[in-house]
C-alpha cells in the first residue's frame, strides 16, 4: 500500500499563491507517477498535473498551465504544487494520487490521499 498525505490549502485572495505538499509513505517503489486532482462542488474531479519520481517529466491542464508548477523531492517522497496567480475558479478540494505509471485520468490511480481544501476569494 502507498499512503498518501496533502497539506497546505487554504484560504487566498485572487492573485495570491499557496503551495501545496504531497507526502508519500509506505510501498511507494510500486510508483513512478504522482498526479495532483482537483474537484470543486457540484462538479467532477480534474487532472491538475503530473509528474514522474524517475524522470521529472510534468503534465498539466490547460486550465493550469503557466501559473502552476509541480515538482518533487525524490529524498523526501514529497511532490509539491505551487500555485501562483489563483483565480476563484481554482477554488476545490485538491488530492494528489500515485500510480505506476504517468496518466492525466482519475481511473488511472490507484491511490488518493486525502484531499486539501483551496479557496480562492475574489
Known amino acids: 500500500q502507498v499512503q498518501l498525505v496533502e497539506s497546505g490549502g487554504g484560504l487566498v485572495q485572487a492573485g495570491g499563491s499557496l503551495r501545496l505538499s504531497c507526502a508519500a509513505s509506505?510501498?511507494?517503489?510500486?510508483?513512478?507517477?504522482m498526479g495532483w486532482f482537483r474537484q470543486a462542488p457540484g462538479k467532477e474531479r480534474e487532472f491538475v498535473a503530473a509528474i514522474s519520481w524517475s524522470d521529472g517529466s510534468a503534465y498539466y491542464a490547460d486550465s493550469v498551465k503557466g501559473r502552476f508548477t509541480i515538482s518533487r523531492d525524490n529524498a523526501k517522497n514529497t511532490v509539491y504544487l505551487q500555485m501562483n496567480n489563483l483565480k476563484p475558479e481554482d477554488t476545490a478540494v485538491y488530492y494528489c494520487?500515485?500510480?505506476?505509471?504517468?496518466?492525466?485520468?482519475?481511473?488511472?490511480?490507484?491511490?488518493w490521499g486525502q484531499g486539501t481544501q483551496v479557496t480562492v476569494s475574489s
Open positions: 509506505g510501498r511507494t517503489f510500486r510508483t513512478d507517477a
Open positions: 494520487a500515485a500510480e505506476p505509471l504517468v496518466s492525466v485520468y482519475v481511473d488511472g490511480y490507484a491511490y
